[in-house]
């Protein structure tokens, strides 16, 4: 019997609904969550990602602004705007979107935002409370992959989790949560030895590399949960994850699809943030 696929369009529609209502009280309170998204440079997929991000603030009732920067603007000029942004009272979330143009350190532009605005959650500050257990926000695409984890009732705890990717926005956070929600954790690299080995052990299976299809049935757990967070476009232009979803359905208890599953739950955990940090300024 295929697996049940948890359908994160629709899981994301639910959250939303709740922000919006969460939104609208906020606001009568005289606090309207705000969200500012930098861009520097014309980045086609990054042009892309941040109207969509924008435009769910939008639709859920939240005040949001978009700066579209030239690609030649200067570290110093971005560091002074992230500045302004740190002391404006509408704006409760900041948001650069990576990757940056290469003259522009990335690492020093993250670390500049307040941390209670950083509501993707990068910042060193962020990233030590997230390792000790006392995250302040958690970051938006592993928040949206435990919140489908919970969409199913799975029981975390004493289960054994394998990430698959190592990457400070992906795969450390996911394994933390994962970990801190009880779970045993493993996570893998491009270095991991016999990787099967380990993927074979998981009851939840977190892919995260960027590579297409890479997670094939005989490597999957009869039973197991699998989330892709992978998005990779094919040559033929449709996208596919990092797990070959039709063959590992069959061997999956439970899983989730690209597109549809969690792209736009990462979003959502975005909006979400961005409703807490504005909900922290009013209490
Ligand atoms: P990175 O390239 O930063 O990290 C990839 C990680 O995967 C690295 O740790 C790398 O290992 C590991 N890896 C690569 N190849 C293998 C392999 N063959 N076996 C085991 N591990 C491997 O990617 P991100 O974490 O930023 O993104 C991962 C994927 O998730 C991408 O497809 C990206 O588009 C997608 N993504 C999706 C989001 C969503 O909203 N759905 C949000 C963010 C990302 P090493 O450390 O050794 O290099």
């Known amino acids: 019997m295929p697996a049940q696929i948890i359908d994160g369009n629709a899981l994301a529609k639910k959250i939303r609904l709740e922000i919006a209502a969460k939104t609208a009280i906020l606001t009568a309170k005289g606090v309207k969550p705000g969200l500012a998204v930098l861009l520097v440079g014309e980045d086609p997929a990054s042009q892309v990602y941040v109207r969509n991000k924008v435009k769910a603030c939008e ?3 939240m ?3 978009l700066e ?8 110093k000029a971005l560091l ?3 500045n302004e942004l740190n002391h ?3 704006i409760h979330g900041i948001l650069v979107q990576l990757p940056l143009p290469k003259h522009i350190d990335s690492h020093r532009v993250i670390e500049a935002i307040a941390p209670e605005k950083d509501v993707d959650g990068f910042h060193v500050a962020n990233a030590g409370a997230l390792m000790i257990g006392a995250p302040l926000f958690r970051p938006c ?7 489908m984890l919970e969409s199913i009732d799975y029981p975390i705890r004493g289960a054994r989790a394998v990430v698959i990717g190592a990457s400070n926005i992906v795969g450390k956070p996911m394994a933390m949560l994962l970990l801190q929600a009880g779970a045993t954790v493993t996570i893998c690299n491009s270095k991991t030895k016999d990787l099967t080995a380990h993927t074979k052990e998981a009851d939840i299976l977190v892919v995260a590399t960027g590579k297409p299809k890479m997670i094939t049935a005989s490597m999957v757990k009869s039973g197991a949960v699998v989330i892709d967070v992978g998005i990779n476009r094919l ?3 449709k996208l596919c994850g990092d797990v070959d979803f039709d063959e590992v359905k069959y061997v999956a208890s439970a899983i989730t699809p690209v597109p549809g599953g969690v792209g736009p739950m990462t979003i959502t955990m975005l909006l979400l943030n961005t409703l807490e940090a504005a909900e922290r300024v009013k209490a």
């Open 59 to 61: 639709d859920v009732g």
């Open 63 to 65: 005040y949001s602004i």
């Open 68 to 75: 579209r920067h030239p690609a030649d603007l200067s570290e």
């Open 80 to 82: 002074a705007r992230i």
């Open 88 to 90: 404006d009272k509408n």
């Open 141 to 147: 695409t592993p928040y949206g992959c435990m919140k």
């Open 235 to 237: 040559p033929d232009g």
